[in-house]
């Protein structure tokens, strides 16, 4: 079990440069790795994102440099931290006798299946806030079982704010939890998350104006069956619906000819199955998913991959579920056999999309093969420069580009250059995304350039995900006026 939860997670730390920063990462990278921390914080009010992880950001990008494989070992280092915590709530809440079983679950779900792999190296906030959670919950978990724990709610209050300054997510999750906590009476317990909760409020005030805007979460749709679909597919993989009707027949036969008894005590043994997902925090979790469904059908926030959330209570209710089951020598047959399947789906599964077999490109996005193909060139254009000028400055500390490259020019000044004279005689064109989307958005500039007299050709041995148009200037149009050229429309 420990080499096979070593080989996923090395593995995933053996692609963590595999691959190109796509917008997301980029976004982290422009957000974090400025010299002026002010500038970091003036940026965040109109984003998003509350303001801890990529503080934290910053000071890692000081010490460990601001390059793309140190943005994503933070994250790794997350990853690993938060499937040593999960493994461990799952054995605190286990029987003594169905503890190494329980870890050993939680283990293999942890870092072997697709959702934290996926997320462990990714220059995202998410594996992260993995980690807290699952801290949280620990301490929790304490707290309800040890009242008296002074410490463990002083220390689930820092991580309830921690958590909740990393994303709104963290918020989400853990105001569900005080709020089932007051439900409960557990008074002091649900007092010290809203307590906690304060300065993340506060931070909501401080951004209102972008937060309640329009623009705020645009792109996130209203509820679907899609997204059901996509994050079970996240979680488990391609093909989730037909893997889960598999799973429950499975379940099915091993309750009927597999299963010796149940076993429906815990540790403490005033816990039953209800008090488990209490503990655990699988009850909150589901307070949260129902409220934030709900409400996303008047303001959309339900988006798959934030429901990385859910894992450090699932993983250790599973575990320790899973573990109680004792099973005759054909359950555990079973059990052996679709393990071993899978683990070997997870094995291809978990790493699509993070492998670099597409040129190197990570959700469609190879910005740094466009950083790479032009530098060195003096005039480049592109619709999308902000994030290209970002992947010039992760690619020159990375030492892929010896000289601090030319800044990236948009459409408006493009315009702007292509009415002075002399006409540049070369000028690069170039952007990276979904491939259906390349040529629609340089056309307007490459239509441009054609106007001025420039004849553009692309380069043939571009990357998946990417379009770069070497635009040289013709000799019969040398002396093209400046009434030819049409003005820039916003």
């Known amino acids: 079990m420990t080499f096979v939860c070593a080989a996923f997670a ?10 190109s920063l796509w917008i997301d990462e980029l976004s982290s990278a422009g957000k974090s ?59 605190s809440l286990a029987l003594r006798d169905v503890r190494g079983k329980a870890m050993a679950c939680s283990a293999l779900l942890f870092f072997c299946s697709p959702y934290p792999v ?47 300054l990393t994303h709104f997510y963290g918020l989400f999750i853990f105001f569900a939890a005080g709020v089932w ?53 996240r979680a488990i993989g391609p093909w989730p619906l037909p893997k889960l009707v598999l799973f429950f027949l499975v379940l099915l036969g091993l309750r009927r000819w597999g299963v010796k008894h149940v076993s429906h005590g815990f540790k403490n043994q005033s816990f039953n199955r209800f008090a488990l997902m209490d503990v655990c925090g699988l009850t909150a979790s589901a307070i949260m998913v129902v409220g934030l469904v709900a409400i996303s059908f008047f303001k959309p926030m339900a988006f798959s991959r934030y429901f990385v959330v859910l894992l450090p209570a699932v993983i250790p209710w599973l575990a320790v579920t ?11 047959k079973v059990v052996v056999l679709l393990s071993v ?22 959700e469609s996005d190879n910005f740094r093969a466009v950083s790479l193909l032009t530098a060195g060139q003096q005039e480049r254009y592109s619709p999308r420069p902000r994030l290209l000028q970002f992947s010039d400055q992760v690619q020159l500390a990375s030492g892929r580009i010896a000289v601090y490259p030319a800044p990236w020019g948009g459409p408006y000044d493009l315009n702007r250059r292509l009415q002075q004279r002399p006409l540049p005689t070369e000028v690069w064109l170039a952007t990276s995304g979904p491939e259906q989307m390349l040529q629609k958005g340089l056309l307007p500039l490459e239509t441009e350039a054609a106007q001025a007299g420039l004849s553009c050709e692309a380069l043939d041995a571009s990357p998946a995900f990417t379009r770069v148009l070497r635009c040289r200037l013709t000799t019969t149009h040398q002396d093209v006026s400046l009434e030819d050229l049409p003005p820039f429309q916003h």
């Open 118 to 164: 996926r997320f462990a190296i990714e220059g995202k906030s998410y594996a992260f806030l993995v980690l807290l959670i699952a801290l949280g919950w620990f301490l929790r978990s304490r707290c309800i079982r040890q009242q008296s724990y002074l410490l463990g709610f002083l220390g689930y209050g820092f991580v309830v704010a921690a958590a909740s």
């Open 10 to 19: 090395f593995k995933a730390l053996f692609l963590v440069d595999a691959t």
């Open 181 to 233: 906590d007051v439900w409960r009476r557990r008074w002091r317990l649900g007092s010290v998350v809203f307590i906690a909760l304060v300065p993340s409020f506060a931070w909501v005030i401080y951004a209102s104006s972008y937060l309640f805007g329009s623009s705020a979460g645009a792109w996130i749709g209203r509820p679907d069956f899609a997204l059901f679909e996509d994050t079970l597919a």
């Open 341 to 362: 399947i899978v683990l070997l789906l997870w094995w291809q599964q978990s790493f699509l999309g993070i492998n670099g077999v597409l040129g190197g490109s990570r």
């Open 33 to 91: 790795f400025q010299s002026d921390y002010s500038g970091l914080v003036a940026w965040l009010r109109r984003d998003t994102h509350p303001p801890f992880y990529y503080t934290l950001l910053w000071f890692w990008g000081g010490v460990a440099g601001k390059t793309s494989v140190s943005l994503r070992l933070f994250s790794w280092l997350a990853y690993a931290l938060g499937g040593v915590l999960v493994i461990w709530q799952a054995g």
């Open 322 to 332: 899973g573990a109680q089951l004792h099973l005759n020598r054909r359950g555990s």
